[in-house]
């Protein structure tokens, strides 16, 4: 049954399994009470495990447990940590917008949000020619400038997805606070940007990308703040429960944004390189936030309506 299938039994090699499995747990039995053999033990101990799994464990295809990933799992998983996904869409353009409020009034606050190295010359000091020129590819990057920095971005935000999941253990305090900080840095960026008068065009360049990239990273502080939420407040249940409950939500539902991500990525190094149109940047980026909010929360609901 191992290597082929349950097909290439006889019916008569089926009735009988149920006794053959009786007869090796006796035997198990019969090992562990008199045998001093620890590797027939072993052996016996083995066999019955894997006799359990092939007669009472459910046999799903791998093919159907992938599709069933995308076509539930996924979603669902999604779907139950909404009010936390909402919590940090929120987070993000709160601070976003103060960031920009405040480096408006006062342009030395980019210093205090944005590292030097993640800045590049992008800073309250740039021209708006420079600043226009990190925008748009050329032939004049020779030398890939703007897809080594897009590298680097994917990157760098891929980490901040990763450690807002899994530092949520941490009463989801430190995931508030990377939530908190990527929200600053869009809109000290932003703020650079508007002043130059190139607000629309900043907006449409990190768009083509970001719809994706950035939802990612709020599923993934959501993620990350379910199982924090989880571990301060278990209710009844004692917190390593409460913490396996909600784990099993936010692990699927963090799997799952690894792709989003790698699409965010594939859009930030390849799209976002080779197109400089400003308003089919913002489509494609509107189309894939569209997208996946239909996936996520609009599908779903529909097939469980028709279901019921």
């Excluded at 747990?25 to 799994?53: K, M, N, P």
């Excluded at 009472?56 to 669902?76: C, E, I, K």
Aim: charged letters at 15%; a positive charge; proline letters at 3%.
């Amino acid at each position: 049954m191992e290597k082929r299938s349950i097909r290439s039994l006889t019916d008569e090699d089926l009735l009988g399994l149920p006794a053959l499995y009786r007869t090796t747990l006796s035997s198990l039995s019969v090992a562990r009470d008199t045998s001093l053999d620890r590797g027939l033990i072993t052996y016996l101990e083995r066999l019955c495990t894997r006799a359990y799994f092939q007669i009472y464990g459910v046999q799903t295809p791998a093919w159907r447990q992938f599709t069933g990933f995308f076509a539930r799992g996924w979603p669902d998983a999604v779907r139950a940590i909404w009010r936390e996904t909402l919590f940090c869409v929120a987070l993000t353009f709160g601070a976003a917008l103060l960031a920009y409020l405040l480096i408006r009034s006062d342009p030395s606050w980019f210093y205090s949000m944005i590292p030097e190295g993640l800045a590049d010359g992008r800073d309250p000091s740039a021209t708006a020619e420079y600043l226009r020129s990190t925008l748009y590819n050329s032939p004049k990057d020779k030398d890939g400038w703007l897809g080594a920095f897009a590298t680097f971005l994917f990157t760098h935000n891929s980490q901040i997805a990763i450690f807002s999941f899994a530092l949520g253990f941490a009463f989801a305090v430190p995931t508030v606070l990377l939530i908190l900080y990527n929200g600053l840095m869009l809109g000290a960026f932003y703020a650079v940007f508007a002043a130059k008068g190139l607000g629309l065009n900043v907006v449409a360049w990190l768009m083509i990308h970001g719809t994706t990239e950035i939802f990612a990273i709020c599923i993934s502080g959501a993620a990350g703040i379910r199982i924090g939420m989880a571990i301060a407040f278990p209710g009844r249940a004692s917190r390593m429960d409460s913490a396996v409950e909600a784990g099993r939500t936010a692990a699927i539902a963090m799997a799952g944004t690894v792709i989003m991500l790698a699409v965010a990525g594939l859009l930030e190094g390849v799209g976002r390189q080779t197109i400089n149109n400003d308003g089919l940047r913002a489509l494609i980026g509107s189309a894939m936030l569209i997208g996946w909010l239909a996936y996520f929360y609009a599908w779903p609901g529909r097939k469980r309506a028709h279901g019921d």
